[in-house]
């Protein structure tokens, strides 16, 4: 079992930055891929980003590449999401998720997720 608590979110305007922060329990952290996905209201969860479990290799969405960089923590059991030039669409509940799999993109492929946190950007 594992659990995982997102933290960071917030209100800002277009243009700014957030840092998201994935904390998870157990020692098996190091073992999984780590995604961050997002959902708006009324649309399905999308994937964001990914990190794999190996050497660091990271996945993104279109829509985030340039704009947002995932990263982790093994020490910390902790995984990052630092997003700069926020955009008003980037409005939605972030979730993390652990995996098995490497760097996968379906939320299917997810086995633990956290509560979410609210990302909300103002234009």
């Known amino acids: 079992q594992v659990q995982l608590v997102e933290s960071g979110g917030g209100l800002v305007q277009a243009g700014a930055s957030l840092r998201l922060s994935c904390a998870a329990s157990?020692?098996?952290?190091?073992?999984?891929?780590m995604g961050w996905f997002r959902q708006a209201p009324g649309k399905e969860r999308e994937f964001v980003s990914a990190?794999?479990?190996?050497?660091?290799?990271?996945r993104y969405a279109e829509f985030v590449k340039g704009r947002f960089t995932i990263s982790r923590d093994n020490a910390k059991n902790t995984v990052y999401l630092q997003m700069n030039s926020l955009k008003p669409e980037d409005t939605a509940v972030y979730y993390c998720?652990?995996?098995?799999?490497?760097?996968?993109?379906?939320?299917?492929?997810?086995?633990?997720w956290g509560q979410g946190t609210q990302v909300t950007v103002s234009s």
């Open positions: 998720g652990t995996s098995s799999g490497v760097l996968p993109s379906s939320a299917r492929l997810y086995d633990y």
């Open positions: 157990g020692r098996a952290f190091r073992r999984y891929s």
């Open positions: 990190i794999d479990q190996n050497d660091g290799t990271t």
